[in-house]
């Protein structure tokens, strides 16, 4: 009895050790290695398992023999609920069986066991049987009632600590998404680029749940697409795609046409359940999935999916728990998407305030330029003028030859106020209907001629007219400018390429490019594969005087010209460029319709009889101007009247009594009255009264618009006697 006794009493102490070890453990998975191992190790029964039911199976969660080496294992192995086990669980009490060989529960295992005996005792929480403990000796009738009575004590001990680890499970897991939650809520907060949100909630769910596949798409109502941003299927990283809405995944198209979640624990019934569903193609299909929709209000705005291969069920918790989080991505994305449109709209109204304020320095520039011209043509055509009368009055070679350098000094000068004027877009234009792609065409040989052998040049032309209403001369020399600048960036040769197309700029366009006015456009391009240009060169490349070519090799002038003459011709030119990847200047002028006539050049005609009798009256507001030009009408023949102003001009007119053939004013004169209202008044008095304007630049409308009236006749200055005597004998002759 003593020894009895004595065993007892060990075998409690060896119970209770296990217990110990049992309810220190919160982890589920260690729970059932612990309990199974301490078992075989401190009870020395043969073999031991615990189990989990689930409607009509058994789980085999962890299993464990006695002896050396033998390690505890976890499974999850199904098996139908049947044999000593599944008798226990059905009649819900302990089972006993002393001999396995006689029980016609006991089910032999394919592997040979030396299973004798077998105890399986129910686990059960709040009266409800969760599974079984099944204890297994190698000798027959190994189990006592008292052993039995203790081993009960066991499975209490172990559904009480199941329930703790369950409780402490679903604690952690509160804690955990608890915690996502708040990072997923700082996200929202502090993220501000929708690619790095989208990492970041990928990278939380990721922890959270298991899964095998992942999508995060993102839904476009209007154009029914789904950007599919992320998408992870094994592990592996898909590439992002946008598919049409009715292409992509059943679990979207469920989800944004109900917008609600889909929680689906078989796939492949439900696809066989629901015949109207497409299936994708997909090599493999997953067994069970969980999707939620993105939501903005009442929008949707995308769909979440995770998908299992296994039977990985997805609870009514999970499924709320990821609509938080979903709600939340959305929130994000959704502040993501009104920061980038308000960045571009800063963005594009910083470019328009920078437009803005490069245009209105052009234009200051332009109007310094204009009137420094201006005034200097003026001092030009006193100085050409009286180089030319001093031409007829001297013989000394030596000082003809002195004359002569004066003269061209002049010409010179008279060439730089003339880009000047052309920048300030005060030039004269005669405007005329010209297809673009003939104008290039009719340059091609030239163009050729004035750059390197080294240099390819292609031209790409519209194979459609490219109707444009210029000046014929001045787009020529917008287009030698940039071949010639293109010519001088490639010092090595490389390649110029002139293209000509039919464009419409939009209203896209236009946000972006303050002066440009929606509407149809001809474009011509002229690029380069030089060595290109930094930004800060690009904001003063169209600058008078700004050059990047060493000193002497360039005035500054030729870009700031084509950028007046596109302007003055209602036009706009723009350059794109980066460091060493080339130039593209690209010009849009106006188109005009289809079905015009181009204008035919005309010669000029020649006239050889410059001298003339008739009475000319003279307005010009500069004494110097005024004094020349009397002079060379003088010795030609013709009788000169002179008048500074307009109130000087027509009361001079009353004191000619033989009448006046021919008036000559400047365009802008000084005085209390222009010189329309002073030509308004002389016509009245003289009808049929012909008119000739000069001008150094101009400001009125005719001339600021670059119109040429018909019946208008018109000399630049700065000018020589032969010019001026040509344009009175053209004017007074066909006027």
């Not at 470019?351 to 204009?370: F, P, Y």
């Not at 800060?536 to 005087?545: L, V």
């Not at 009408?633 to 009594?657: R, W």
Request: with cysteine; hydrophobic share 40%; charged share 25%.
């Amino acid at each position: 009895m003593r020894e009895i006794l004595k065993k007892r009493v060990h075998f409690l102490e060896l119970v209770s050790q296990v217990g110990r070890i049992i309810n220190r453990e919160l982890d589920t998975e260690q729970l059932l290695r612990t309990t199974v191992s301490s078992i075989s190790s401190i009870l020395g029964y043969y073999n031991n398992s615990i189990w989990f039911t689930d409607g009509n199976s058994l789980f085999l969660r962890a299993y464990s023999f006695s002896g050396k080496n033998k390690m505890a294992k976890i499974t999850n192995k199904q098996y139908p609920v049947e044999g000593v086990i599944g008798w226990a669980i059905k009649d819900c009490e302990v089972k006993y069986v002393p001999d396995v060989n006689n029980n016609r529960y006991y089910i032999k295992h394919r592997i040979k066991l030396k299973t004798k005996s077998e105890c399986t005792i129910p686990l059960k929480q709040k009266n409800i049987i969760i599974g079984a403990l099944d204890i297994q000796s190698d000798a027959i009738d190994a189990f006592s009632d008292e052993d039995i009575h203790i081993l009960n004590i066991v499975a209490d001990q172990l559904s009480v600590a199941l329930q703790n680890a369950k409780l402490y499970g679903e604690a952690t897991r509160q804690a955990e998404r608890l915690s996502a939650v708040n990072t997923m809520a700082e996200a929202v907060n502090t993220t501000l680029k929708s690619d790095e949100l989208l990492e970041k909630a990928y990278g939380i769910i990721k922890d959270l749940f298991s899964f095998d596949v992942f999508y995060l798409a993102l839904y476009d109502e209007k154009n029914e697409t789904l950007d599919y941003r992320i998408f992870i299927d094994k592990k592996i990283r898909k590439e992002p795609a946008r598919k049409h809405l009715n292409e992509g995944h059943v679990s979207a198209l469920q989800v944004i046409k109900s917008r609600k979640a889909l929680n689906i624990e078989n796939l492949s019934e439900y696809l066989k359940d629901s015949p109207d569903i497409k299936q994708q193609e997909i090599a493999e299909l997953p067994i069970t999935l969980l999707a939620v929709p993105l939501r903005i209000g009442e929008r949707i705005t995308g769909v979440i999916s995770i998908q299992s291969y296994s039977k990985n069920v997805y609870s009514k918790e999970d499924e709320e728990f990821l609509y938080t989080l979903a709600d939340q991505i959305a929130i994000a994305l959704e502040n993501a998407r009104l920061f980038k449109n308000l960045r571009n709209e800063l963005i594009q109204r910083k470019n328009v305030e920078d437009q803005l304020v490069q245009a209105q320095k052009m234009e200051a520039v332009g109007r310094l330029a204009g009137g420094i011209a201006h005034d200097f043509n003026n001092l030009l055509t006193a100085i050409i003028g009286y180089t030319d009368l001093l031409f007829t009055e001297v013989t000394d070679e030596h000082i003809i030859s002195e004359l002569t350098e004066i003269k061209k000094a002049s010409r010179r000068a008279a060439t730089l106020t003339s880009q000047l004027l052309a920048f300030s877009r005060k030039q004269f234009l005669s405007l005329e209907i010209l297809d673009i792609n003939r104008v290039v065409m009719d340059m091609e040989s030239m163009l050729r001629r004035l750059i390197r052998e080294d240099i390819d040049l292609e031209i790409v032309l519209s194979r459609d007219p490219c109707l444009v209403k210029s000046d014929r001369g001045q787009l020529n020399q917008v287009i030698m400018n940039l071949a010639v600048n293109a010519r001088d960036v490639m010092p090595k040769g490389g390649k110029l390429t002139i293209e000509t197309a039919n464009v419409e700029l939009g209203e896209e366009y236009i946000k972006e490019h303050l002066d440009v006015r929606p509407g149809y456009y001809v474009m011509l391009a002229v690029s380069d594969t030089g060595s290109g240009m930094d930004r800060e060169t690009i904001k003063h490349i169209f600058e008078p005087f700004f050059t990047t070519k060493e000193p002497g090799k360039g005035t500054g002038l030729g870009l700031s010209m084509a950028y007046g003459i596109i302007k003055q011709s209602n036009g706009e030119i723009y350059v794109y460029s980066e460091p060493g990847k080339g130039t593209i200047f690209k010009i849009y002028l106006p188109g005009v319709e289809p079905g015009r006539q181009t204008t035919k050049t005309n010669k000029t005609q020649a006239y050889t009889h410059l001298k003339g009798s008739e009475v000319i009256l003279l307005v010009e507001d500069d004494d110097i101007v005024r004094r020349v030009t009397a002079k060379i009408l003088t010795n030609a023949g013709y009788t000169v009247f002179k008048a500074g102003t307009g109130m000087e001009a027509i009361e001079l007119s009353t004191q000619v009594h033989s009448g006046i053939d021919l008036i000559i004013t400047d365009v802008v004169i000084r005085g209390k009255i222009s010189s329309t209202e002073m030509i308004n008044n002389l016509i009245k008095k003289y009808p049929g009264l012909k008119v000739m304007y000069i001008s150094g630049y101009t400001e009125n409308t005719v001339v600021h618009r670059g119109i040429l009236k018909p019946g208008i006749f018109f000399l630049q200055k700065p000018f020589s006697p032969e010019p001026l005597l040509k344009k009175v004998r053209e004017t007074i002759e066909n006027y």
